[in-house]
């Protein structure tokens, strides 16, 4: 089994490093596969150029770093997503990710207009996110907008399954044992 795990947090010291730091760990202590795409240190560029726009309806990208993801998402069993809730949404830089990576006939086919996800080789995964909210904000006074815009309106329309979610905030921070808990 291989795991990728993307990052997208700018900070080393971040919060969201720490966590990767963490599973990295837990994954080498489980002689388990894994790969760190790290959005931030790849100079990933989200923007999708007018080029890129019509080799994605064409289900082709001519970006190598796109095509470099693919080819480690393709090759993946579980995908885990680490990064900071910013106004209470992914960083621009993963939405970029999921916009020009996740493209027609590589994530995802079109019949009788209605999506039908190819990542289907991704059997599990989680999304970890950090932040300044509590997690109970986040789901009942926001309406869960990790979960249902990038757990159901993106992995689960690509064809990804069983994807857990965890936010980690603030107050969390201060736990040395939270990892501990959740990554066990």
């Known amino acids: 089994m291989k795991t990728t795990i993307i990052v997208a ?3 080393e010291k971040s919060f ?7 599973l990295s760990k837990k994954l080498i202590e489980n002689r388990a596969e894994y790969e760190i795409i790290d959005l931030y240190k790849d100079n990933f560029n989200p923007v999708m150029t007018e080029k890129e726009e019509q080799l994605y309806n ?3 990208t001519d970006d190598e770093l796109v095509k470099k993801y693919q080819q480690s998402i393709r090759n993946s069993d579980e ?7 910013w106004f209470n949404n992914v960083p621009a830089i993963l939405k970029g990710f999921f916009d020009k990576v996740f493209i027609k006939n590589f994530a995802f086919s079109e019949e009788d207009n209605k999506t039908k996800g190819l990542l289907t080789n991704i059997k599990s995964g989680m999304v970890i996110t950090t932040s300044e909210s509590n997690t109970s904000y986040l ?4 309406n869960n907008p990790i979960e249902t815009v990038i757990i159901k309106g993106t992995l689960e329309v690509c064809g990804m399954k069983n994807i857990k979610y965890i936010n980690l905030n603030v107050e969390d921070k201060e736990k040395e044992d939270v990892f501990e808990s959740y990554f066990k």
Request: zero cysteines; hydrophobic letters at 40%.
């Open 9 to 11: 947090s700018p900070s």
């Open 58 to 60: 064409e289900g082709k």
């Open 16 to 22: 969201s490093k720490k966590i990767v730091e963490k």
């Open 79 to 85: 995908i885990i997503l680490v990064f900071p809730v």
């Open 139 to 142: 789901k009942d006074k926001l």
